[in-house]
């Protein structure tokens, strides 16, 4: 079976979020994006704890497709290290999986 994976990336505002969910997907780099335009982040950045709101993005891709997205993150992104992690996913609905293979191409590269 074919590996996926959700990633979870950080934005700075709603828009940016939205702004890089919409070209993760256009470039079917991700079969979807979601956005989520609030949260709160607390973390140490240059020697100082910071709070700050952000955005939240879950996209749905294969696992082969994964150090793209990282890659296309970084290009796109305002932050000097943005957050983006690839978790594995381990199970869902058969006929979603099978759709998201689809949407990026059936995989092929990374």
């Keep these: 079976m074919e590996a996926f994976v959700l990633i979870y990336i950080t934005a700075q505002t709603g828009e940016q979020a939205l702004e890089l969910a919409r070209a993760l997907v256009a470039e079917r780099l991700v079969a979807c ?3 989520v335009p609030q949260i709160f982040s607390f973390y ?3 020697g100082r704890l910071c ?3 952000e955005a939240l993005i879950l996209a749905k ?3 082969d497709k994964c150090q793209r997205v ?5 290009e796109l992104h305002t932050y000097q290290v943005p957050a983006v992690l ?3 996913i381990t199970g869902g609905n058969p006929d979603f999986l099978e759709w998201v293979r689809t949407e990026t191409g059936g995989g092929g590269g990374s």
């Design 86 to 88: 690839c978790i594995p």
């Design 44 to 46: 140490w950045w240059e």
């Design 51 to 53: 709070e700050e709101q």
């Design 70 to 74: 990282v890659a296309r993150v970084r």
């Design 33 to 35: 994006a979601n956005v």
């Design 61 to 63: 891709t294969t696992a």
